[in-house]
């Protein structure tokens, strides 16, 4: 996909539409259709910053690399209040789609 944007609600909602709904199992734990496909993150991917909460990212790929925008907030500030007088966006980049991102 070149110049595409990937974002992860974009794909979360892509994979319910073709999953079945989850359901609750007699255990109290989710399955069936999308939660059957979830998996652990792997380590080292991903985008963090220390000292922020990040959140909201978007990714598009630009030629070879993957170019990601989210907004931060510090950790010092709290939430909501933090969140709406204090944010912003942010760009990292990658050369894979799940990182790791560097702050660009």
Same mark, same amino acid.
């Given at each position: $996909?070149?110049?595409?944007?990937? #974002? ?6 892509? $994979?319910?539409? #073709? ?29 963090? $910053? ?7 990212? #978007? ?21 909501? @209040? ?15 789609? @799940? ?6």
């Amino acid at each position: $996909m070149k110049n595409g944007v990937l #974002s992860l609600a974009a794909m979360l909602a892509a $994979m319910a539409a #073709s999953a079945a709904a989850p359901s609750l199992a007699g255990t109290g734990e989710l399955s069936g259709g999308i939660c059957e496909r979830l998996s652990p993150v792997a380590k080292g991917t991903g985008f963090a $910053m220390d000292g922020y909460f990040v959140w909201c990212g #978007s990714v598009i790929k630009v030629d070879d690399s993957y170019h990601m925008f989210a907004s931060r907030w510090p950790v010092a500030t709290k939430f909501p @209040e933090g969140y709406r007088q204090n944010s912003e966006i942010v760009r990292a980049v990658a050369s894979r789609p @799940e990182g790791p991102y560097k702050f660009a």
